[in-house]
């Protein structure tokens, strides 16, 4: 539900958003610290961090450097993207992933080169204990050897826990270092002093230690590949928008670069190219594909006076358009700007994992320590040791990664997903909350409805149809020369549908408006009337049993108007707002998935029925004056439902901005979309269906995440612990314990990137 404050929307007039590039956050609790972090500097009125992106967003008034202090002394380093552009910005995130994941690659290699003949000794040879003078030497240059492999390839777990150490705070990070580092100090007392523990404590554990820090960096390089996928939706709304433009400046055709054309520049398209920048059609005529900003795979026709957008695609003829909006200000710079702040932005049950994942690290800590001092208590021989396995072995297991990614993730693919379906989702909020949808309110004009009077239907009288002069056409065409010059809706409706059969309407003279009864005129030499039955009976003329063909017309939520010629009755022309193609199918979609579908309307009751009657709505209002709209949101919301509002008018933005999700169709004002937490941007009321099927599966997805984290962590300290020794003599080795932590980092990502392929009921 959005909130109107005064001073916030002042304070955010003079506010910019700045994007930084963040290292060393590896779990949950490191997306809390940081967000604090930023929310402390003066001057920062949001911050928003996207973990599965390593980003984050920050919007007031400080300066990049003031930013950067504040996630350094939290423990984290950062750094301004130097890109100029959204894709420069994608391109330099790419480079920088790339040159991550080699570098973790690398690490686990050397870490794995180590490790894994290590375990394959102690598999095959048997105990690594040390009893004489040699293995000791032998140990200690393992040992050595290990060290070096803590320094190369672990040292970025290290640095980020004694980051967290110095702030008082504990990570992912940490329980990696104390555990790994405790496996290697307890070995390398072994190494130098194995006099110092009991004879069947003197194990090293080289091994475990190597091991774990190999598969943690392959954890993270497969995480950090199959989390690449889940920007497919920037990337291919980046990919819309075309590297140049020609334009055309004191008649003369140049192409230049995107970011150089101006306000107002001529610009010109051919057939196959792109829409460069907003604009307005100024000569030409064409079919434009806008199924990637829209989802609609219809091409749309672009005459003079009619808008283009950057991205879309020109199929047919040439054009001529005024840039409108340039740069940032494109409706496709603005997606995506929308759906990066979406895909940012965390649903509260994502804030829940956050807050969890803050206390989870310290309780493991204790939870280790507790373990420890049980073995230490009351296990066998060699009491050390086993300490040792099992406080290394809760550490390990136990690291949050997964946690945190469970969110993210789903809502990164989750917001894509809906914007190639032409669904633009403003925040994780609303992602979640329109999966609780109980009870949808529909706005009728413009929503269910085109929003524009149409002619539609032409009933001619017994006679006129056999004379030709005087067949549909003939008469549509001298009814709209009779009205052409009307401003009234109902006249624009026969105008517009007769110019589209013939462009030279007649010549029109002694024009006369009648208040409450029609109008009339002389057209090429014939006296005609227009409007209704008062004026036909003023003139005497019989309409015989065509007020009967009226009234069922009328039944239909259409305006009759009777049309005369030379004192005759000719024809029945009705007009009406007719209703959405696809309105009836969509609307049974959200009724068969059990949602209350509400009508609301200004219009009449008798127009009102018949409409809801024809889209199969059952609960309408009528004539419900615009201040009215939000009280009946209200209304229904007090019965306990969760509503929806969805609207296209600026009369409709208070409701949509007091409903618990307001869905704005694309086709409206700018008030409207502002108000809404979902735009669709097709105009169809099939998008509201698809959304709402898109948020329950990512809420669906996220729930399997965080119950997959959470089940995992929870399940895996106390087998980690050793509650299994007692009665089969089994205890979970560290390295069994540092390969699972890392793969279920994995499986979390594999199972969001699931929603990739998740498609909507077809329609």
Known sequence: MTVFNVSEVESNLNSSEIELLIDGASCGSCVNKIESALKQVSGVNRAEMNFAQRTVTVAGKATPAELIKAVEQAGYSAKMSTAESEGDALS???????????????????????????????????????????????????????????????????IGAWQSFKNHSANMDTLIALGTGTAWLYSMVVVFAPEAVPEMARHVYFEATAMIIGLINLGLALELRARGRTSEAIKRLIGLQPKTARIIRDGIEVDIAIDQVLLNDIVRVRPGEKISVDGEVIEGHSAIDESMLTGEPMPV?????????????????????????????????????????????????????????????????????ASALIWLNFGPEPVIAYAIISATTVLIIACPCALGLATPMSVMVGVGKAAEAGVLIRNGEALQTASKITAMILDKTGTITLGAPKVTDVILASGFGEATEFDEATVLQLAAALESGSEHPLAMAIVESAQKSAEDLGSVSHFKAIAGYGVQAEVDGKTLFLGNEK???????????????????????????????????????????????????????????????????????????AVAKKVGITEFFAEVLPEQKSEKVQELQMQGEIVGMTGDGINDAPALAIANVGFAIGTGTDVAIESADITLMRGSLHGLADAIAVSKATLRNIKQNLFGAFIYNMAGVPFAAGILYPFFGLLLSPVIAGAAMAFSSLTVVTNANRLRFFKAEEH
């Not at 973790?104 to 870490?111: C, F, H, P, V, Y």
């Not at 005024?322 to 994502?350: C, E, F, H, Y």
């Open 92 to 158: 330099e995130k790419e480079a920088a992933d790339e040159d991550y994941y080699k570098r973790l690659i690398r690490d686990m290699s050397i870490a794995l080169a180590l490790g894994i003949p290590l375990m394959a000794y102690g598999l095959i040879v048997g105990e690594m204990t040390v009893s004489t003078i040699s293995e000791q030497l032998a140990w200690l240059v393992v040992g050595l050897l290990t060290l070096g492999v803590m320094v190369f390839s672990g040292k970025h777990f290290y």
């Open 301 to 369: 026709e672009k005459t003079v006076g009619k808008e283009v957008v950057a991205g879309t695609i020109n199929k047919t003829g040439a054009l001529l358009f005024k840039a409108t909006r340039v740069g940032k200000d494109t409706a496709l710079a603005q997606i995506i700007n929308m759906v990066k702040r979406a895909q940012n932005s965390k649903p509260s049950i994502g804030r829940m994992a956050d807050v969890i994942s803050a206390y989870f690290v310290p309780t493991i800590m204790i939870i280790a320590v």
């Open 535 to 609: 004026l036909m009976h003023e003139q005497g003329i019989e309409l015989g049993n065509y007020v009967a063909k009226a009234q069922d017309l009328a039944a239909e939520a259409k305006t009759p108007m009777y049309f005369a010629i030379d004192n005759k009755f000719a024809a029945i022309i009705a007009v009406a707002d007719p209703i959405k193609e696809d309105s009836i199918a969509a609307i049974k979609r959200l009724q068969n998935n059990g949602i209350r579908v509400v009508m609301l309307t200004g219009d009449n009751r008798d127009t009102a029925k």
